[in-house]
């Protein structure tokens, strides 16, 4: 699995902290019979579902259906910007493989092979795997395989990933073995917890709908905010080298 099982929240996933309350801002979740809340750390203001959903529930939400939908929403890892800022940070061919974990529908493979790099995709299940692979042309295989490519990578890319993880610490620590000594870690994602005006419309939903829990599956248990994810990555060990908001 992805990471380990969680049934509640200690501590901040994100920062470490333990100064976590119940988020009134945000709507409960109604999922496998449970509803469930985001508890919300006051030292980094990241959000974190609780309890926590056993990984193989989560990893049960990515069917065929799921990837189909996806193409249509268009997410943002899509943006060619997105893409582009990954190609322009790569080290050379030469370092090493290109790993994307958690590659979707493999389109960021499919460009960075096309600049001459070996690539490989990792995702959740073989219903993720077979998606990826018939869409891009490119290999991928299912994570359980992973150790099998330790030290083999000199770029790891992780690209909306940690939001959808009940453990982002466990992914993480994963990803990094992939890499060989002076590899490039490069991780992109929503920063849910982030002030604006969309998030200032959801808390007024929340306050007016409190009774009301989302019915949709929690494709994100996390809502992390920029400073959750910087102390989230020092606390890794991470150095970092470039940085865009």
Aim: aromatic share 8%.
């Amino acid at each position: 699995p992805l990471g380990r099982a969680t049934t509640g929240v200690e501590s901040c996933l994100f920062c470490g902290q333990t100064n976590l309350v119940d988020d009134a801002l945000r709507r409960t979740v109604s999922f496998e019979n449970l509803t469930r809340r985001y508890t919300r750390c006051r030292s980094c203001g990241s959000r974190s579902l609780s309890p926590m959903p056993h990984e193989s529930e989560l990893a049960a939400l990515y069917t065929t259906e799921y990837f189909e939908g996806a193409e249509q929403d268009e997410p943002e890892l899509e943006d060619p910007n997105a893409f582009r800022w990954v190609a322009d940070n790569l080290p050379g061919p030469q370092h090493g493989l290109f790993i994307d974990l958690g590659c979707g529908d493999g389109r960021l493979l499919r460009l960075i092979a096309d600049l001459g790099y070996e690539v490989l995709g990792l995702e959740i299940n073989e219903t993720a795997v077979m998606a990826a692979e018939l869409a891009s042309g490119c290999p991928v295989v299912i994570i359980d395989e992973l150790p099998s490519f330790a030290n083999q990578a000199g770029a790891v890319h992780l690209g909306d990933v940690l939001e959808h993880a009940s453990s982002p610490e466990v992914v993480v620590r994963r990803a990094l073995t992939l890499l060989r000594p002076g590899g490039l870690f490069l991780a992109q994602g929503p920063l849910e917890a982030n002030r604006s005006v969309f998030n200032f419309v959801l808390a007024l939903v929340a306050v007016i709908r409190k009774s009301a829990p989302v019915s949709r599956p929690p494709y994100h248990v996390h809502l992390v905010s920029p400073r959750g994810q910087e102390q989230f990555f020092h606390r890794l060990g991470l150095e970092t080298l470039e940085y865009q908001l």
